[in-house]
């Protein structure tokens, strides 16, 4: 397995990995979580992928897409900022130029490969592929809305997360929204034996000049 980052995608295998990404969204959030979102021809997405973000992609041997996570700059629009501020204590973020957005995160836990207990490993590879690629770009805490049983697996994996305000019900979810560190240290811990990210970014779009001068 490895991780994979895509952003605006130039070729057809790129644009496949990313179908398979939204069909992989709809049958966690809609299938198994049985969130209130938006299914088209079998897959799930939002206002947001139409911001051009970064896309974490866990990909297996075959080219299956075991899992992702989607990343945005916390400057801009923001899902927590625009749809869940009731999880925010001020009802608002106030975020800076070194915080980045992590959403639309999930894992087929059905694929190969599970190192421990409850954490599969592309879970693992995902959070440390968070964490490297937002230090690379120069950013320093990532911030996410998320659910309660998210929130415990994250302290399980060594990841634990500052709360940004009390949980609340959404739907048949009870959410939370939080801060996550990105450091070296936290990285080390996370990154499981096989990991491995692959940039893609200087065939995807032109680096701004903030991420040319950060350096992992």
């Given at each position: 397995?490895?991780?994979?980052?895509?952003?605006?995608?130039?070729?057809?295998?790129?644009?496949?990995?990313?179908?398979?990404m939204f069909s992989l969204r709809a049958c966690v959030f809609r299938g198994r979580l049985n969130w209130d979102v938006t299914i088209v021809a079998g897959e799930e997405r939002d206002e947001f992928d139409e911001l051009d973000p970064h896309y974490l992609l866990a990909v297996g041997e075959r080219d299956e897409v075991l899992g992702t996570a989607r990343l945005l700059p916390a400057i801009g629009p923001t899902m927590l900022?625009?749809?869940?501020?009731?999880?925010?204590?001020?009802g608002r973020l106030e975020p800076h130029s070194r915080m980045v957005e992590s959403s639309r995160f999930c894992v087929d836990t059905r694929s190969p490969g599970r190192p421990t207990g409850i954490l599969h490993d592309a879970t693992l590879s995902l959070f440390a592929a968070i964490i490297e690629?937002?230090?690379?770009?120069?950013?320093?805490?990532?911030?996410?809305?998320?659910d309660i049983r998210f929130e415990r697996l994250l302290r399980?994996?060594?990841?634990?997360?500052?709360?940004?305000?009390?949980?609340?019900?959404?739907?048949?979810?009870?959410?939370?929204?939080?801060?996550?560190?990105?450091?070296?240290?936290?990285?080390?811990?996370?990154?499981?034996p096989t990991y491995r990210l692959e940039e893609r970014l200087a065939?995807?779009?032109?680096?701004?000049?903030?991420?040319?001068?950060?350096q992992f």
């Open positions: 397995m490895k991780i994979v980052v895509l952003h605006m995608p130039n070729d057809q295998v790129e644009r496949a990995l990313l179908q398979k900022g625009r749809k869940f501020p009731m999880l925010l204590t001020q690629w937002s230090m690379r770009h120069g950013y320093e805490e990532i911030v996410t809305a998320t399980h994996a060594g990841w634990p997360m500052k709360r940004l305000g009390e949980p609340q019900l959404i739907g048949n979810v009870k959410s939370i929204a939080g801060i996550l560190p990105a450091d070296a240290n936290s990285f080390e811990r996370l990154r499981p065939r995807s779009a032109p680096r701004s000049e903030h991420e040319q001068r950060s």
